[in-house]
């Protein structure tokens, strides 16, 4: 199965802040379509995830631009440009490229 | 609007079955993969597995095979999620979604305790 790595485990930030999380991703997500299956979610407390990035750096349409996705193969970053009150949760990275799929441990962002 | 309504709490003792539902609104129900994903309390995602909609042919991760069954009831736009032998392991809150396109149920509170 291909381990997802999430650093850091947390994150404490002042609202306008920048964040960084890292992922990285025991083999290469590049698939056999050209497409890497990189994702990013955010879970809030005591809700359901919801999606903010897909194949890497896509934003979906609802997601702030203060949102950003980059990376390749093994080493994927989600950003945040500047923190925001309604930000804070645990982010997960999930690859869709190999069967099984797999999330990371998570990034618990917290508001300083 | 795409919604994934689940089905309520349950609370069952070990060796019970349950069986959580999922209602799909707001797209056609037959064009979609339905993935179910595990979060065991104050721990991460895992996904389960998911079913074909259209064929009603499931797959199932490693960890998932023999006591969990997804089934569908497609003229109802429902996926279901059956847990036989329940264990205490099996405590968790499980959510449907159709994780291509970043759609996830509510989740569903399965709390298994004699």
């Known amino acids: 199965d291909v381990v997802m790595t999430q650093t850091p485990v947390s994150l404490s930030l002042a609202i306008g802040q920048p964040a960084s999380i890292s992922c990285k991703s025991s083999?290469?997500?590049?698939?056999?379509?050209?497409?890497?299956?990189l994702n990013w979610i955010l879970q809030r407390p005591g809700q359901s995830p919801k999606r903010l990035i897909y194949q890497v750096s896509k934003l979906y349409s609802e997601v702030p631009d203060r949102f950003s996705g980059s990376g390749s193969e093994t080493e994927f970053t989600l950003k945040i440009s500047r923190v925001e009150a309604e930000d804070l949760g645990v982010y997960y990275c999930w690859q869709g490229t190999h069967f099984p799929y797999t999330f990371g441990a998570g990034t618990k962002l917290e508001l300083k | 609007q795409i919604q994934l309504v689940q089905s309520g709490p349950e609370l069952k003792k070990p060796g019970e079955s349950v069986k959580i539902s999922c209602k799909a609104s707001g797209y056609t129900f037959t064009d979609y993969a339905m993935h179910w994903v595990k979060q065991a309390p104050g721990k991460g995602l895992k996904w389960m597995g998911w079913i074909n909609t259209y064929t009603g042919k499931p797959t199932y991760a490693d960890d998932f095979k023999g006591r969990f069954v997804f089934s569908l009831e497609a003229s109802a736009s429902t996926a279901n999620l059956q847990i036989s032998n329940l264990k205490n392991e099996d405590t968790a809150t499980y959510f449907c979604?159709?994780?291509?396109?970043?759609?996830w149920g509510q989740g569903v509170m399965v709390t298994v305790s004699s």
């Open positions: 979604a159709r994780v291509g396109q970043g759609y």
């Open positions: 083999q290469s997500l590049l698939g056999t379509s050209g497409k890497t299956f």
